[in-house]
Every structure is written in C-alpha cells, then in structure tokens.
C-alpha cells in the first residue's frame, strides 16, 4: 500500500463547477500538507500549505485536512479553465523536505 | 527573476553513454534535490543536498550521482543509463530545508521545469 494515494483522474468538469480533489494517507506522522498544482510541461508549484487539522482558504481554493480519518482535500470554487492542470498533494513528517512524499496527483480539465 | 534552471528540456540517448543534467538556482537556497515523474507513481525523490558539499540518497538513488560543489549548482550525473531511466526529472530548491519550521509560504520547493529524458 502506498503511504499517499490519489486517483489520478481524468476529472472532467464544466467551467464554474465545484471541483473536489482528494487524497488519504496511512502514515499517521505527517505533520504538514500541500497541494501542488503542475500545468503541462511545466514544474510543481506551491498551491496551499497547511500545518493543522482544520480548513485554510486562498480565495477560489480550500484545502482541508482531517488527520483522524488521515484524508486531505482541495476544493476549487468557480472553476475556470485556466485551472486545468494535474494537482499534487505532498505532506511530510518533522525533519524536511527530505522526507516529503507526493501523491500521483489528479488530471483535472475544467472546459468552458 | 527567481528560477530554477534544467538543462536540457529534452534529452534521447543510448543505454550506456554517461549523461549529466545541470541544475542552477538564482535565490540563494541552501536545499536542493533531485526528483523522477512516473506515470502512477508520483514525484519520488533521488538524492538532495542541504548545503555545499553535503549530499544524500532519497528514495530511488540507483543508477544515479549528484554532486554540490557550488551553491547554485546540483547536477545529476547518470554514468550508465538504462531503459528504467527513461523518466520525468525535476530539479528543485528551497530556502530551508525544513518543509515544517519555514517551509509552506516561507519557503516552498521551487521546481524547474523538467527534463524529460528517454534512454533507448
């Protein structure tokens, strides 16, 4: 079993839907969590951070994690097209990024 | 502006013939690390550095060297490539190693854009 799953999609929605993405982990030690957001042929780039259990928002996007049930999620509200792109979740324990792990993140292609 | 540098963008070679892909990065940034893209299997780490001379293995470190003679610079040297190798490879830094005490806003992973290697 991976320490980090994510489905990996496709996931097709129309422009100005509610999009859900989701990922669970086994590893109870993880103490921080983030959502990358990779564009095609391009590198990850930092979406959302979060430290604690609980919801963080950043305008159109919400990332919430839920340590008990060991399962974290971004929501992107009013969804544009410009958000097709794969997302990447990647949490790690204490100690770096030398212990980060990523999930294989989820194709998202929102059309208009 | 502030970037991380791969080179090249894409690269096709022969199982055998030794090939190195740079890194360089403009912001300072003591941490650096190499990682592969697979389909199904995410970003896994290969080897990073927390500071000039100081290197270490990650996850899948087979097949592959780094070196940290420079700051700025952290290439990956493949000595002997194989068809496994074929693979996504992203170059990335950050200014404290420490994703918990100053990483997230205060210090993400800045990613390169990519080299995509094939090894025939």
């Known amino acids: 079993q991976k320490e980090v799953e994510q489905d990996p999609g496709p996931l097709s929605v129309p422009e100005g839907a509610i999009v859900s993405l989701n990922c669970t982990y086994s590893?109870?030690?993880?103490?921080?969590f983030m959502w990358y957001r990779q564009y095609s042929r391009k590198g990850p780039e930092l979406l959302m951070y979060?430290?604690?259990?609980g919801n963080k928002e950043d305008g159109r996007f919400t990332a919430q994690v839920d340590k008990s049930s060991k399962y974290i999620s971004l929501f992107i509200r009013d969804s544009q097209p410009s958000d097709s792109a794969t997302y990447l979740c990647?949490?790690?324990?204490?100690?770096?990024?030398?212990?980060?792990?990523f999930g294989a993140g989820t194709r998202l292609a929102v059309h208009p | 502006e502030a970037q991380v540098t791969q080179n090249p963008r894409y690269l096709i070679t022969v199982t055998g013939k030794k090939l190195t892909v740079t890194c360089s990065q403009n912001?300072?940034?003591?941490?650096m690390s190499w990682y592969r893209q697979d389909p199904g299997l995410g970003l896994r780490q290969i080897y990073y550095?927390?500071?000039?001379?100081?290197?270490d293995k990650g996850d899948v470190p087979e097949g592959y060297k780094v070196s940290r003679k420079e700051k700025r610079n952290f290439p990956l040297i493949l000595e002997s490539p194989s068809p496994n190798q074929t693979s996504l490879y992203f170059c990335?830094?950050?200014?404290?190693?420490?994703?918990?005490?100053?990483?997230?806003?205060?210090?993400?992973?800045?990613f390169g854009n990519g080299t995509r290697l094939t090894v025939t």
């Open positions: 912001m300072n940034h003591e941490y």
């Open positions: 979060t430290y604690s259990s």
């Open positions: 550095s927390m500071n000039v001379e100081v290197t």
């Open positions: 990335a830094s950050s200014l404290s190693f420490d994703g918990r005490r100053g990483g997230g806003n205060n210090s993400p992973l800045h």
């Open positions: 590893n109870s030690a993880f103490q921080y």
């Open positions: 990647a949490m790690g324990v204490s100690g770096g990024y030398n212990k980060l792990i």
